[in-house]
């Protein structure tokens, strides 16, 4: 069963994984960055195309992320996974249900902060920054390593 470990960008998920996995994945207590790769992130091409699902295809994708999470269940009988996806439902297709996840952290940062960080990291001004935490909008970029993921707005990812 999953565990998410779900925030908006930017809101303290990396901060939340390192004290997780110097917790549970460290002989000693003691942090190193390469146990944060013990947390996985969802949703991940790597995982999409090992089960054979095209990810070039954002419909496609988001199909699929039930049969995703199955084949993660499968594998492991618990597991902490991060997302910045909100828990949403687009084009009747769902994030996540009840059968594959038993439940969530879920990490609040004031929003104030936020856009700051946001603004930071994107290298956005604090208008643009806010303007983007208000619209739905798509996260990342498709890559060969990485897949685009549904944030939404601050509210809407917030209140899912």
């Known amino acids: ?23 549970f994945f460290s002989d000693d207590g ?14 991940s091409k790597k995982l999409f195309k090992k089960i054979g699902i095209t990810t070039n295809d954002s419909a496609e994708l988001i199909k ?11 594998k492991a009988p618990l597991i902490l996974l991060k ?6 439902d687009i084009n009747n297709s769902k994030f996540t249900n009840l059968k594959n996840s038993l439940g969530v952290i879920y990490i609040v940062r004031d929003p104030r902060n936020v ?6 990291h994107y290298n956005l001004n604090l208008e643009e920054s806010a303007n983007k935490m208000i619209s739905d909008s798509l996260l990342g970029e498709s890559s060969d390593e990485k897949i685009f993921t549904y944030i939404l707005s601050w509210k809407k990812n917030y209140n899912s």
Request: charged residues 15%; glycine residues 2%.
């Open 30 to 43: 003691n942090f190193d960055f390469k146990q944060l790769k013990s947390i996985k992130q969802f949703p």
């Open 83 to 88: 997302t910045h996806s909100s828990l949403f």
């Open 1 to 23: 069963m999953i565990i998410w470990l779900a925030s908006y960008p930017k809101s303290g998920n990396t901060f939340v994984r390192s004290m997780l996995s110097a917790y």
């Open 64 to 74: 699929n992320y039930i049969q995703a999470q199955e084949y993660i269940n499968d």
């Open 115 to 120: 856009v700051s960080s946001f603004a930071n």
